[in-house]
């Protein structure tokens, strides 16, 4: 009888203890203890090796959902609603291309323009007068300087001329000390005719434009080989050859790009929903958040051609999608990328998800054995400790 006492008291210190620690974790606010029931924690039976590769996963699915997202908020200077499509009606005489914005504001204007191309440039040539090879030199004897001004810019070139000096000689000097002179953007050369025993003197622009003509005596003017189009310059063209009628240059908003961003984009939201809705605890709130801002959005979206399937995850209905790009941009645009739209909720969404680990979490301790249970083990003690459990004992045996 007496051996069985203990065994009694034991029994009911055990189930005392227990009460009061359950009721004091009820009430307990740290939260390292808040929850730590692993039943609750869907990665609790994973190893560590399992652990690092779901986590790995996590962040890749949140980075290229933040990415694609980026693509259709209005908010990008990058994104697809700001970039321009332009077709000719002859592309081998008129090609264009079109520098995409970086808002609205920016962003070309869908418009047409009409062409005609004259004469296309090229680079400036002066050919002086066919001298006698022989004959002397009309130059004075000395230092000879001769200048040359090429888009708003001055430069002397000095050679020397001997009193023996023929006409073949002279030019000779003259064209290595313009070949000679350093970022001129002109050479020279000397053209003989054996049989009709001359010398030629000809200069010319090493590259074409209004921009590379060049001034030596009195000669000046060319055509141009570029012009651009719009309010800001958004539309190149590049004149290839010239034309016989006028060619017609369309310029808007390149529809196959912002089609391309809204695939990317939906492609990247249905492997992040997959994800989280197979691991909820793993990122707190991204299931819910991505759930909510879908049910809200589902019926614009269907509006544009992307459909809502009932297990959340979305799909591109091709036509419809084109014919809603079609009809305006804008509106497209209103759906995904402007403020309340879908693609910018979803990117602030991802955007706040990636920056968690790093802002509002601690980093991981340095790996020791035995750490772990120490650490429960002092928070256990602490607990107890703050709950006055040995007092609670005291009274229960008195």
């Known amino acids: 009888m007496v051996s069985s006492v203990p065994s009694t008291a034991d029994q009911l210190l055990t189930a005392l203890l227990e009460r009061s620690f359950q009721r004091g974790l009820a009430g307990f606010a740290s939260p390292a203890l808040a929850g730590f029931d692993s039943r609750d924690d869907g990665t609790a039976g994973l190893s560590a090796k399992e652990l690092v590769a779901v986590l790995g996963g996590a962040r890749s699915n949140l980075l290229d959902l933040s990415l694609a997202a980026a693509r259709l908020d ?6 697809a609603f700001f970039t321009g499509a332009a077709t000719t009606t002859d592309p081998d005489a008129v090609m264009a291309r079109v520098v995409p914005g970086t808002s609205t504001a920016t962003a070309s204007a869908s418009g047409s323009y009409s062409v005609t191309v004259g004469q296309l440039a090229v ?32 430069t002397d070139v000095s050679f020397g001329v001997g009193s023996s000096d023929t006409n073949a000689t002279v030019l000779s000097s003259f064209a290595d000390a313009v070949n000679a002179t350093s970022g001129l953007g002109v050479t020279a050369a000397v053209v003989t005719d054996a049989g009709a025993g001359t010398s030629t003197l000809v200069l010319s622009a090493t590259t074409t434009g209004t921009a590379a003509a060049f001034t030596v005596a009195n000669v000046s003017g060319n055509p141009v080989t570029k012009a651009y189009l719009g309010s800001s310059g958004q539309v190149h063209l590049t004149l290839v050859g010239t034309t016989a009628t006028p060619v017609v240059v369309s310029v808007g908003p390149d529809t196959k790009q912002v089609a391309a961003a809204v695939t990317g984009f939906v492609n990247a939201f249905n492997a992040a929903h997959a994800f989280f809705a197979a691991n909820p605890d793993l990122v707190s709130g991204a299931a819910p958040q991505l759930e909510s801002v879908l049910m809200r959005s589902s019926a614009r979206l269907q509006a544009i051609g992307i459909d809502v399937a009932s297990d959340g995850s979305l799909s591109v209905d091709p036509t419809r999608l084109s014919a ?9 645009r209103a759906v995904l990328g402007d403020v309340g739209g879908f693609a910018k909720e979803v990117h602030a969404i991802a955007d706040t998800q990636l920056a968690l680990p790093s802002v509002a979490r601690d980093p991981s301790p340095v790996y020791r054995p035995g750490a772990s ?15 006055a459990v040995r007092g609670m004992l005291v009274d229960a045996l008195i």
């Open 74 to 79: 209005a908010a990008n200077p990058l994104s």
């Open 123 to 154: 680079a400036q040539v002066n050919t002086g007068t066919a001298l006698l090879s022989a004959g002397p030199s009309a130059f004075t004897a000395g230092i000879n300087t001769v200048r040359f001004t090429q888009n708003g810019t001055t």
């Open 324 to 332: 809603s790009l079609a009809d305006g941009v804008d509106t497209v």
């Open 373 to 387: 249970a120490q650490a429960l083990a002092g928070l256990m003690a602490s607990a107890l400790n703050d709950l």
